[in-house]
């Protein structure tokens, strides 16, 4: 394998940093950086989708975001600061708590 210079090590990020990165690339629909995020963690590009999907970023969610403009970001919740996807800087609660409110 050759030296990846310049680029940043991904594997050397935080598990939380990583998740963020496909989250980003998602929603940019940055097939390519999604490829060479895959190829870098030596995860399946099938995996990388998947782990997407588990983070709540459905065709829906990516949609939505895509039209609102948003840039969905993981949080932790401000009641039961559990970690879920907030779709933008108004959504700060996770689902099960914003349904309570
Ligand atoms: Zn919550």
């Known amino acids: ?3 990846d210079t310049g680029a940043e090590p991904i594997q050397s990020l ?3 940093a ?5 989250i980003d690339l998602t929603v ?3 097939k390519e950086g999604l490829r060479l995020f895959s190829k870098r963690t030596g ?3 099938k995996a990388v989708r998947a782990k997407a999907r588990k983070l709540g970023l459905t065709p829906r969610v990516v949609k939505g ?8 970001k993981l949080r932790n919740c401000l009641r039961c600061s559990d970690r ?3 779709r933008g800087r108004h959504n700060r609660m996770c689902r099960s708590c914003a349904r309570r409110t």
């Open 1 to 3: 394998m050759s030296q």
């Open 14 to 16: 935080p598990k939380a």
């Open 18 to 22: 990583r998740e963020q990165r496909i």
């Open 28 to 30: 940019a629909g940055d």
């Open 43 to 45: 995860t399946e590009l």
């Open 65 to 72: 975001c895509r039209l609102a403009g948003t840039h969905p």
């Open 84 to 86: 879920f996807l907030s």
